[in-house]
């Protein structure tokens, strides 16, 4: 599942995306986010993390699950631009689900809200 910014840019256009995983073995959502942050960690150029907050969500108004929102940037190569990211991590019953709110680090607040808006608001059921 991916969502794009109406507003294009020519560089980069804010985006928010949902990737689900099988896991081959049950681990915590805490544990899913460190795994996958040590994944963009070595992936990237000028790697920074920018906060770690931890959250609580709510699996079918029943399971309460411990996990992390985590601001980090960095870029693919070289020569392209820094891009931000924000990741929420969910794990449970061996599926994996991160949801990505990705922008440049100089986009407007409109944007930084919208994604963090979508990104705290994420249900699931």
Do not use: W
Request: zero cysteines; glycine letters at 2%.
């Amino acid at each position: 599942v991916s969502f794009q910014n109406k507003i294009k840019d020519e560089i980069f256009t804010a985006n928010v995306n949902v990737s689900i995983t099988n896991l081959s073995e049950a681990i915590s959502s805490k544990d899913l986010a460190i795994s996958t942050l040590a994944k963009a960690k070595n992936s990237l150029l000028a790697y920074s993390e920018i906060s770690r907050e931890e959250v609580n969500l709510t699996l079918n108004e029943e399971v309460v699950l411990d996990t992390y929102i985590i601001e980090f940037e960095g870029k693919k190569t070289s020569i392209e631009e820094i891009i931000r990211f924000k990741q929420i991590y969910y794990s449970h019953n061996n599926i994996g689900v991160v949801a990505t709110g990705a922008y440049l680090p100089s986009s407007e607040e409109t944007i930084v809200n919208q994604v963090d808006e979508m990104l705290n608001s994420l249900a699931l059921k």
